[in-house]
């Protein structure tokens, strides 16, 4: 069945350093990609999304990589910081309307050091 | 613009017994969706619903439902719960108005069953 994970359980980053968060689908068939940000007793927050047809977007001190032919997403988080401390998900989506089903992947934890 | 809300924040049950899990979804928002979300499974899609009615479904038993109201807030219920129950439930709400809609996420119900 259609499954998304994660290569990395935890990463530790030093403030200010980029980071990288990696990210693996199955389903060749999705046609959004999501990144969320989840802090402790908080619920998802949405980073930043890309669609099937494009193979980068860039937001606010992030950028997100697509790679279809490896079937891999990859969050990028320009000069880290404290806050940017918390547990990431990508999320994938199908192109159907009518369906709002977001299938997660497992999480990476990023701790920012000091 | 108020997020999306959901009652109660925490929630401690035995087994055997019920539960109803209350969320309003942003102002506008006529999809809910809700997920569970556990440690050793992650977020897991438990169901969709829009204009009153479920309209997907994700793969939990029949002990899951839920409902939706025309105000467009929504209750999911548990019945005979199980220990295995025990999870942080997340409610998600959207536009619905295109094949992807961003998707906010409210900051759950903390479900412990005893």
């Known amino acids: 069945g259609e499954s998304v994970g994660l290569h990395l359980p935890t990463l530790s980053v030093q403030e200010g350093d980029n980071s990288i968060i990696n990210c693996a689908y199955s389903n060749s068939a999705s046609d959004y990609f999501i990144w969320y940000k989840q802090e402790s007793g908080k619920g998802p927050q949405f980073i930043i999304d890309i669609r099937s047809n494009m193979d980068k977007r860039q937001g606010q001190r992030v950028t997100v990589l697509l790679n279809k032919t490896v079937k891999h997403l990859s969050l990028q988080i320009a000069a880290t910081q404290p806050g940017d401390s918390a547990v990431y998900f990508c999320?994938?989506?199908?192109?159907?309307?009518?369906?709002?089903?977001?299938?997660f992947g497992t999480g990476t934890r990023l701790t920012i050091i000091p | 613009k108020a997020g999306v809300t959901q009652t109660p924040r925490y929630l401690i049950k035995t087994r055997g017994q019920q539960v109803t899990l209350s969320c309003s979804p942003i102002?506008?928002?006529?999809?809910v969706s809700w997920y569970q979300q556990t440690p050793g499974q992650g977020l897991q899609f438990l169901f969709e619903y829009f204009s009153e009615t479920q309209r997907n479904k994700g793969n939990f038993p029949g002990r899951f439902s839920g409902r939706q109201f025309s105000n467009s807030r929504s209750e999911m219920n548990v019945s005979t719960l199980e220990l295995g129950d025990s999870a942080l439930y997340l409610c998600?709400?959207?536009?619905?108005?295109?094949?992807?809609?961003?998707?906010?996420f409210g900051p759950g119900t903390r479900l412990t069953v005893l």
């Open positions: 998600a709400s959207s536009l619905r108005q295109s094949s992807y809609n961003e998707q906010f």
């Open positions: 999320a994938e989506k199908g192109s159907n309307f009518g369906n709002e089903k977001l299938t």
């Open positions: 102002s506008g928002h006529r999809s």
